[in-house]
């Protein structure tokens, strides 16, 4: 279908499904950047790096703020990815009733225009 066939409800739909698969995506890079970041960091606490994360293969310590935007982060992306797969498979079966529907309307007119046609009477 194109966008503009679209029905109101349905863009707002679709919108809504690109917005949150835009916050998936920046809270699941944002989670693997802070745990690429975090491979460089030690591996041994002290007072600056005080949070122990399994990491890779092995045990890495994160600082106060990475800890707090990763506690934020990760669980984020289940949820919005879990909404934004919701979203999309009711888009699309939104989008498969409404081509259904106008495949239906037009083969109606073809039988509606066959009964009125010269060959009705045959």
Same mark, same amino acid.
């Given at each position: ?38 491979? @460089? ?15 890779? @293969? ?49 083969? @109606? ?14």
């Amino acid at each position: 279908m194109r966008w503009r066939e679209f029905p109101l409800r349905m863009k707002v739909l679709a919108i809504s499904a690109a917005l949150f698969f835009c916050v998936f995506a920046a809270s699941l890079l944002t989670g693997r950047a802070i745990e690429t970041i975090a491979l @460089n960091q030690p591996m041994l606490g002290d007072t600056v790096f005080r949070h122990p994360r399994p990491i890779k @293969n092995g045990t890495h310590f994160l600082t106060d703020q990475q800890e707090s935007i990763l506690s934020i982060a990760s669980p984020m992306v289940l949820v919005v990815f879990g909404v934004t797969a919701i979203l999309f498979v009711t888009l699309m079966h939104w989008q498969g009733r409404i081509e259904k529907e106008k495949k239906q309307q037009a083969l @109606n007119r073809v039988a509606s225009s066959l009964d009125s046609g010269p060959y009705s009477a045959i």
